[in-house]
């Protein structure tokens, strides 16, 4: 059986390919938050760029850290609030629920 490739894949479903992604995945909060050097931001822009699957998943996590900076986010409810932090802290554990 044959996998196909990540960029064909729905938005829920796992990464494949050669574990390449991953690793972009993994430094993906560094990279929007311009924590690593020029070097590795220009390999991850080409990436984001090529990458339909990663240059979703940035966006979505560019947004999600706007709204997390903005105004609206500090009217969550505490209970929200727990129930987001505790899916951040399971998906970064590799966690699917």
Do not use: F, N, W
């Not at 999600?64 to 505490?78: K, T, Y």
Request: proline share 7%.
């Amino acid at each position: 059986m044959t996998r196909a490739p990540h960029d064909s894949a729905p938005p829920s479903a796992p990464l494949g390919g050669d574990g390449k992604c991953q690793q972009q995945l993994l430094e993906l909060s560094a990279y929007l938050e311009g924590d690593l050097t020029p070097e590795k931001m220009a390999e991850l822009d080409i990436h984001l760029a090529e990458c339909t699957c990663c240059g979703q998943m940035a966006a979505s996590l560019r947004r999600a850290i706007a709204l997390c900076r903005s105004d609206e986010a500090r009217g969550l409810p505490p209970e929200v609030q727990a129930r987001a932090l505790d899916r951040v802290r399971a998906l970064l554990a590799g966690e699917s629920r």
